[in-house]
């Protein structure tokens, strides 16, 4: 099926530095969704994309849909020690055995530590 | 504040037990979903449904059934809990109607999670 390569795996990072992350595919999505799960909590919704090339904002937060449509990034700036959490991407396309219904896929996380 | 609730958050039981973990949503959505999330925190889509009377299989193989008897509830059961059902699972939601069709520019794929119920059996 359908696969995401989300990196990096996990990152450890200091309070007041950017972040970057990103997920690629040799597949062509049609949505990119960035998720945030905290400890013990299931994934929250941080950012939707919905066109290629779209860049959107939700606070610090920052995501593109790539062009080719393959890709997406979220950045991550002046990080907070709140940030620590996984990061999930999805994208939403065909899968790849065919059939015409579209199918969401996640990437394997981003472990995020902050140190204060 | 949350619109799909999962119960029990936390539940620890003896090898053999039936267990189910609930899941309720007051969004309206037609589509649900359970996936099964290991310690590695890779999400496993492991059933999905459609509506009411409909449930399907997911990629991830599992020992659990579900059932959808109403729109709002989409319940998971375990008839003997082992070991190795240890995890947590995770209950979603969305709004997507329909079984195919061209996905319009709007949240409607977007899946809304519970809090998660998380299993361990001894």
């Known amino acids: 099926g359908q696969q995401l390569n989300q990196s990096p795996q996990s990152m450890f990072i200091q309070e007041g530095e950017d972040v970057s992350m990103n997920c690629t595919s040799s597949s062509i999505f049609n949505t990119w969704l960035w998720y945030k799960q905290d400890p013990g909590e299931g994934p929250v919704l941080l950012i939707a994309l919905y066109k290629a090339g779209e860049l959107t904002s939700n606070g610090r937060l920052t995501a593109q849909f790539g062009i080719t449509r393959k890709d997406s990034f979220l950045n991550i700036s002046a990080s907070i020690p709140s940030d620590v959490g996984i990061y999930f991407c999805?994208?939403?396309?065909?899968?790849?055995?065919?059939?015409?219904?579209?199918?969401?896929?996640f990437g394997k996380g981003t472990l995020l530590t902050v140190n204060p | 504040e949350a619109d799909i609730y999962q119960t029990p958050r936390y539940l620890v039981i003896g090898t053999g037990k039936k267990i189910t973990l609930e899941c309720s949503q007051t969004m309206g959505h037609d589509k649900m979903y359970w996936y099964q999330q290991d310690p590695g925190m890779e999400l496993h889509l492991i059933h999905y449904?459609?509506?009411?009377?409909?449930?399907e299989k997911g990629d991830l193989s599992s020992e659990s059934t579900v059932s959808r008897i109403r729109t709002e509830h989409f319940p998971l059961t375990l008839e003997s809990a082992r070991p190795s059902h240890t995890s947590q699972y995770l209950c979603?939601?969305?709004?997507?109607?329909?079984?195919?069709?061209?996905?319009?520019?709007?949240?409607?794929?977007?899946?809304?999670f519970g809090a998660g119920s998380r299993l361990t059996v001894l």
């Open positions: 999805a994208g939403l396309g065909l899968p790849l055995s065919g059939g015409s219904n579209y199918k969401l896929t």
């Open positions: 449904s459609y509506g009411v009377n409909s449930t």
């Open positions: 979603a939601s969305s709004e997507y109607k329909g079984l195919g069709g061209y996905p319009t520019a709007s949240g409607a794929n977007v899946l809304t």
